[in-house]
């Protein structure tokens, strides 16, 4: 039984329809990689799966239950998370009040050790507890994202583009992490990514979206082999 | 000889003044740091304050002077406008929301507000008759503001009060937004309220709650302040909305605690600039030069009003938006 499964599902914001007919399936323990042009819907079939895009018609299955109506903050205490590609820790908090606010539902002692725990996995924000969230580099802030949102334990967790704007470095590190995520923790994964080659190179599945509609739905690998599809719309050379 | 410093007792009234002035700014910057409406029934919210502390001296506290009073009403008056103000917003402010309005809409909303509010209290003070006083609506309740003798002057036990009433309840929420689990997602969703709600913060209990406090702590302001006007009626909120706005503006809009400086600086300046500008003109450059006397402190409002502009024109993001460190090194450096 998949985990998370979208049925015809059609989204946007208000009046501007952007999504159409979406149908996929991300089984547990899986990452699917979400990738396609820019304005293609790619974070907004994130938006959409987490409730902040306006859902018209369609279906968002998770762990079996029909959780297409539920506000954000509801899809969060079920084990969702998301990660928007900006503004995504709050910049005005110190790193120690952020992780705080990622564990907002659980009981307070839950939230010590989880973060004790998450500290182990993270030592580099050890250090910097009592900082303010908007000192941290950009590839600290992508972590510091990261480790709030494993705060939760959530099953399934949603990036949207955690590399974008990060030296190579730093990309390759968040990389590494997602890949430990599903490796090691055993969770889920939805990533869109700009990077397509990166992007594909870790996915177990893949879904390329152009104008708002699916225009490849299948093994990564397969799409990364796909000529056509990746030079028309992926940037990928030869 | 023209005093050109104001009296103790005046200095006194003055910064209770100001301290009012810096609750209601507060309270008009929370919710609009929160779910960008920019209320202007925001005084006459306030002036709910007033109106209970004339009834609680109407129906309990008619025999005189009583310091209970200024235990009593500011409570009680901190639980009515916070309740009204949180009841506007869910009946009225966040349905309008949902359908879309954007900030002009929901601020013509609250002036819509403000005009039934005033004339439904006017015509309630007006068409009632007190149990103790003999009438409700324009009653002077300045005799039951108990005078403390101090330091050599005679001061109003309000002039005390609203001070005090400012520090602490500034201290108190601001360790709510600091200490408490709520206060923090608070914070949280005032920077950036979609990522609160990925972390499971219910927003509009949120934006709820900052209602409340914000009518809260105009309430209280309102209640103090009641004893230093003529009359209370609730006309009277349509002066102190300029100054509250005036307040906030000067904060920079965009900050809690900055609002609560610029209410204090703006009502400082009206009532202390005002002073000393009437007492210098009047006492040395009309007799000087020939000119006219001139009640210069008529006009506070020009002082508030073009201390905003004086203000935006240095600092366009207001109080708030200015690099304070910076410009600390800058004045080091000279």
Same mark, same amino acid.
């Given at each position: ?94 790193? *120690? ?15 010590? *050790?989880?973060? @004790? ?55 390759? @590190? ?50 990364? @082999? ?13 | 000889?023209?005093? /050109?410093?104001?009296?103790? $007792? ?11 002035? !810096? ?6 910057? %929370? ?21 209970? #502390? ?5 129906? $309990?506290?008619?025999? !005189? ?20 103000? #949180? ?32 004339? /439904? ?6 068409? #009632? ?70 972390? !499971?913060?219910?927003?509009? %209990? ?43 503006? &000067?904060?920079?809009?965009?900050? /809690?605690?900055?609002?609560? &400086? ?13 002073? /000393? ?16 006397? =001139?009640? =210069? ?12 502009? =004086? &203000? ?18 800058? =004045?080091?450096?000279?």
């Amino acid at each position: 039984m998949a985990l998370l499964e979208v049925k015809a599902l059609n989204a946007g914001y208000g009046r501007f329809h952007i999504l159409f007919d979406l149908d996929f399936k991300v089984e547990k323990q899986e990452i699917l990689i979400i990738v396609g042009p820019n304005g293609s819907g790619k974070s907004t079939t994130l938006k959409a799966i987490f409730g902040i895009a306006k859902v018209y018609s369609g279906n968002i299955i998770y762990n079996e239950k029909d959780i297409t109506r539920l506000p954000p903050h509801a899809k969060a205490r079920i084990g969702l998370a998301y990660l928007p590609q900006t503004d995504n820790v709050f910049a005005e908090l110190t790193v *120690e009040e952020n992780l705080r606010m990622a564990g907002y539902t659980l009981p307070p002692a839950l939230v010590e *050790e989880r973060v @004790e725990k998450v500290l182990e996995s993270f030592p580099f924000l050890k250090s910097k507890l009592k900082d303010k969230a908007k000192s941290l580099s950009g590839g600290q802030r992508q972590l510091l994202a990261m480790a709030m949102t494993l705060i939760r334990e959530p099953d399934l967790i949603m990036f949207d583009e955690p590399t974008a704007g990060l030296a190579p470095i730093a990309a390759k @590190e968040v990389v590494e992490k997602i890949i430990w995520l599903r490796d090691e923790l055993g969770k889920t994964i939805i990533l869109v990514e700009q990077n397509a080659k990166l992007g594909l190179e870790i996915g177990d599945n893949a879904l390329l979206l152009v104008s708002g509609r699916i225009a490849f739905y299948g093994k990564a690998q397969e799409l990364l @082999e796909n000529k056509d599809l990746g030079r028309l719309y992926l940037g990928l050379a030869k | 000889m023209v005093e /050109i410093i104001p009296s103790g $007792v005046f200095l006194m009234s003055a910064i209770a003044y100001a301290a009012a002035l !810096g609750l209601l700014s507060m309270g008009l910057s %929370l919710t609009y740091v929160t779910t960008r409406v920019a209320n202007f029934a925001h005084a006459t919210i306030g002036m709910l304050g007033a109106i209970v #502390m004339l009834f609680l001296i109407d129906r $309990v506290y008619y025999e !005189g002077a009583s310091y209970q009073l200024f235990i009593v009403g500011p409570l009680l008056s901190f639980v009515v406008a916070g309740v009204f103000a #949180m009841i506007m917003y869910l009946l009225v402010m966040k349905p309008l929301q949902d359908k879309g309005n954007d900030v002009i809409g929901l601020m013509i909303a609250t002036f819509a507000i403000d005009i039934i509010l005033l004339n /439904i209290l006017s015509f309630l003070l007006n068409a #009632m008759t007190g149990k103790h006083l003999p009438k409700l609506y324009g009653v002077n309740i300045g005799p039951w503001d108990p005078t403390i003798q101090c330091c050599g002057l005679e001061l109003k036990a309000s002039n005390f009060v609203l001070p005090i009433a400012a520090v602490l309840l500034t201290l108190i929420f601001h360790l709510f937004l600091t200490k408490t689990k709520f206060g923090v997602a608070m914070r949280a969703t005032i920077e950036n309220p979609n990522l609160a709600a990925v972390m !499971g913060v219910n927003t509009n %209990l949120v934006y709820t709650v900052s209602w409340f406090v914000s009518g809260a702590l105009a309430g209280v302001a309102g209640s103090l302040i009641a004893f230093s006007l003529k009359d209370t009626s609730p006309n009277s909120s349509a002066l102190i909305i300029v100054s509250v706005f005036a307040g906030s503006i &000067v904060g920079g809009l965009t900050s /809690i605690y900055w609002g609560l &400086v610029g209410g204090f600086i703006v009502g400082l300046a009206e009532k202390l600039l005002t002073s /000393i500008i009437n007492a210098l003109y009047n006492g040395y450059f009309a007799p000087a030069l020939g000119l006219p006397e =001139i009640a =210069i402190i008529n006009y506070e409002k020009v002082m508030s009003l073009g201390l905003v502009i =004086i &203000v935006l024109l240095f600092a366009p993001q207001g109080l708030a938006g200015v690099d304070w460190s910076k410009l600390k090194q800058k =004045i080091l450096r000279r």
